[in-house]
C-alpha cells in the first residue's frame, strides 16, 4: 500500500496539543507540511510561540505516532519558515476549544486589534457581557476573562 499525504494527516489528527488535549495539531496549524519519498516521511512543523515548552513532547509524539503505524523513518522539523498565527487553527479546532472552556480566538485581517482582547464572546453561555481580567493567562498564548451574565471565569485563546 502507497502512503498518502492525506493518509499520514489522518493519522496526525491523533496527535493532541499536551496543553488543550482536545485540540489535534493538524486543527491547530502547527503542521505546515507533509514531505514523502519512498522510505521516508518529513513533517514540517511550526511553533505557536518561539519559546513554546511543548514543542519537543509535540515533535515526539508525531514521530511517536507515525512509527506506530509502520513508517520506519519518520522526519518531524521544528522551523519558522511558516511564522503560525490563531488565524491558522481551523473550523474544527475553534469548536472543540470553546467545547473545552476556551474562547477561541477571532480571525482577523492583517492585524490584531486589541478589541479582540477586551470584546470576547463567553465560551459558556454565548454573551458578550464578558471582561479582561488579564492579558496573561497560564500560557503565552491565553487571556483571563470574566463573564458578567453567567459569572464564569474564562480563559481565551488569543488571536495573535
Same mark, same amino acid.
Given at each position: 500500500?502507497?502512503?498518502?499525504?492525506?493518509?499520514?494527516?489522518?493519522?496526525?489528527?491523533?496527535?493532541?496539543?499536551?496543553?488543550?488535549?482536545?485540540?489535534?495539531?493538524?486543527?491547530?496549524?502547527?503542521?505546515?507540511?507533509?514531505?514523502?519519498?519512498?522510505?521516508?516521511?518529513?513533517?514540517?512543523?511550526?511553533?505557536?510561540?518561539? #519559546?513554546?515548552?511543548?514543542?519537543?513532547?509535540?515533535?515526539?509524539?508525531?514521530?511517536?505516532?507515525?512509527?506506530?503505524? #509502520?513508517?520506519?523513518?519518520?522526519?518531524?522539523?521544528?522551523?519558522?519558515?511558516?511564522?503560525?498565527?490563531?488565524?491558522?487553527?481551523?473550523?474544527?479546532?475553534?469548536?472543540?476549544?470553546?467545547?473545552?472552556?476556551?474562547?477561541?480566538?477571532?480571525?482577523?485581517?492583517?492585524?490584531?486589534?486589541?478589541?479582540?482582547?477586551?470584546?470576547?464572546?463567553?465560551?459558556?453561555?454565548?454573551?458578550?457581557?464578558?471582561?479582561?481580567?488579564?492579558?496573561? #493567562?497560564?500560557?503565552?498564548?491565553?487571556?483571563?476573562?470574566?463573564?458578567?451574565?453567567?459569572?464564569?471565569?474564562?480563559?481565551?485563546?488569543?488571536?495573535?
Amino acid at each position: 500500500m502507497k502512503i498518502t499525504e492525506k493518509q499520514i494527516l489522518e493519522w496526525l489528527e491523533e496527535v493532541k496539543d499536551p496543553e488543550i488535549p482536545v485540540l489535534s495539531l493538524i486543527d491547530l496549524g502547527v503542521i505546515t507540511g507533509v514531505e514523502l519519498d519512498d522510505h521516508r516521511v518529513k513533517v514540517n512543523m511550526t511553533p505557536t510561540f518561539s #519559546g513554546c515548552p511543548a514543542m519537543d513532547y509535540m515533535r515526539n509524539d508525531v514521530i511517536r505516532v507515525l512509527k506506530e503505524k #509502520g513508517i520506519e523513518e519518520v522526519e518531524a522539523s521544528v522551523s519558522f519558515e511558516t511564522q503560525w498565527n490563531s488565524n491558522m487553527i481551523s473550523e474544527k479546532g475553534k469548536k472543540a476549544l470553546k467545547e473545552f472552556g476556551l474562547a477561541p480566538p477571532q480571525t482577523y485581517e492583517v492585524i490584531v486589534d486589541i478589541n479582540m482582547l477586551t470584546h470576547v464572546k463567553c465560551p459558556f453561555c454565548d454573551s458578550e457581557n464578558t471582561e479582561l481580567k488579564s492579558p496573561f #493567562g497560564p500560557t503565552l498564548c491565553r487571556s483571563l476573562h470574566y463573564c458578567n451574565n453567567c459569572l464564569q471565569a474564562f480563559e481565551q485563546f488569543k488571536p495573535l
